[in-house]
């Protein structure tokens, strides 16, 4: 009888004592603001590549001004780019998006690709003779001049 008693004060104190079940956690409140979305890569960027070189233009935009880099396998150089070359450059890419490309794949040591962030857009052979060849030769060699 002792035994039973004893063991009746024990349990409840015993379970009492035991790490309880974890509570269900209700959700976070809906921020007041809405969260800052990442700012999309504003520019565009031509891989020429030529023999067993290639080389990368990227022109961008972003709060701090216009910058447009180059890159030859290594570090790139960095330089500012003036809002009216700016927006001339990003007009001829979108022009160039539009055209008709041709599958670079034909002629994999010589071509130039042309990528709206890291999606490509347009590619064409270098040496064809068509108007995407042109405008995108054009392109490839006003930045090649502004390094």
């Known amino acids: 009888m002792k035994y039973l008693i004893t063991l009746l004060l024990l349990i409840p104190a015993l379970a009492w004592s035991a790490p309880q079940k974890p509570t269900v956690q ?15 890569f504003n520019g565009f960027r031509v891989v020429v590549v030529f023999g067993g070189q290639k080389n990368y233009f990227t022109v961008w935009q972003d709060s701090r001004g ?27 890419s979108r022009q160039i998006a539009s055209l008709k490309g041709s599958n670079v794949a ?11 962030g890291n999606r490509y857009v347009q590619g064409t052979c270098i040496g064809l003779k068509n108007q995407t060849a042109m405008s ?12």
């Open 66 to 92: 216009k910058f447009y880099a180059y890159s030859k396998g290594g570090s790139p150089t960095i330089g500012s780019i003036s809002d009216p070359n700016f927006n001339a450059l990003t007009a001829q």
């Open 26 to 40: 209700r959700r976070a409140a809906a921020p007041k603001t809405s969260p800052k979305k990442a700012t999309a």
């Open 136 to 147: 995108m030769t054009q392109l490839a060699n006003i930045l090649a001049t502004m390094q």
């Open 106 to 116: 034909t002629c994999p040591r010589a071509n130039i690709q042309l990528y709206h």
